[in-house]
């Protein structure tokens, strides 16, 4: 691909606008993490060198990209990640893809690398809270957990200026995480809260019966244990491995996007 030098540069070297974050981790250990777009900061830049393989990269060469990648609130398809799938996130991604709308098989799809990552807790928007129209969940699971997010920082070479430009004008401004989640769990809430332990909706008592009466939420190609006991929401739990961050026009988290 043939790049125009000057439209390239123009792009990667901006102005910083940093966004200083007190990050708190799950063990409560706070320290300062700054969040920004355009060309690496040094210590970024040893991190981009690192994943990528190769020491000889220049700070102009890259322009870095903070996502918020996910969150522990309820989906557009009624799942809630477990704090247990939360805390793999990161060191599952970092070094893996930043892709364009989940498109494994497609090569070419492929626009960056994520070069960094942390989970900490956060402050959500009420356009995050009301998202697709599950105030009532996610205001109780704030109230109970926080609002936990996984933030990743992905890195765009200037080989890709088409793509960069698309991120700094808000064409691209949504992010989904792609993943293979094995050895699954899914909790129900509801029946967790009132036993005050995690209850799977597959659980069974010790006469084969099942401990939840709820059905999984959204829509299922099975019948249903009875419909008028349909869970708020389910909560998947299991083993995470990390395949690709995506840029999507709409994820399923509502809260997953680029900070700005």
Request: proline fraction near 5%; glycine fraction near 8%.
């Amino acid at each position: 691909m043939i790049i125009n030098e000057d439209i390239a540069a123009t792009i990667i070297n901006e102005q910083l606008n940093p966004a200083y974050m007190e990050l708190t981790n799950m063990k409560g250990y706070k320290k300062r993490k700054i969040l920004y777009t355009g060309t690496p900061l040094p210590e970024d830049l040893e991190s981009i060198k690192k994943v990528t393989g190769d020491d000889s990269w220049e700070p102009d060469e890259w322009y870095v990209v903070p996502f918020r990648a996910s969150d522990n609130l309820v989906s557009r398809s009624y799942k809630v990640w477990h704090d247990n799938v939360l805390e793999q996130m990161p060191k599952q991604l970092i070094g893996k893809n930043l892709i364009l709308n989940h498109d494994w098989e497609n090569v070419s799809s492929s626009i960056g690398i994520i070069f960094d990552g942390f989970i900490s807790y956060d402050e959500p928007e009420q356009e995050v809270i009301s998202g697709s129209d599950r105030e009532q969940s996610n205001s109780k699971i704030i109230q109970e957990k926080g609002y936990k997010c996984v933030y990743l920082l992905a890195a765009i070479h200037a080989s890709k200026p088409q793509e960069i430009m698309d991120i700094k004008t808000g064409r691209i401004n949504k992010c989904s995480t792609g993943s293979i989640l094995s050895n699954v769990n899914v909790i129900c809430p509801h029946c967790t809260e009132e036993y005050g332990r995690e209850i799977g909706f597959f659980d069974i008592d010790e006469n084969g019966n099942y401990i939840c009466p709820h059905s999984l939420p959204g829509g299922n190609y099975y019948e249903p244990k009875a419909e008028e006991l349909v869970a708020d929401y389910a909560i998947w739990d299991g083993s995470f491995e990390g395949v690709e961050l995506s840029l999507v026009v709409c994820g399923n988290l509502p809260g997953a996007s680029v900070i700005r």
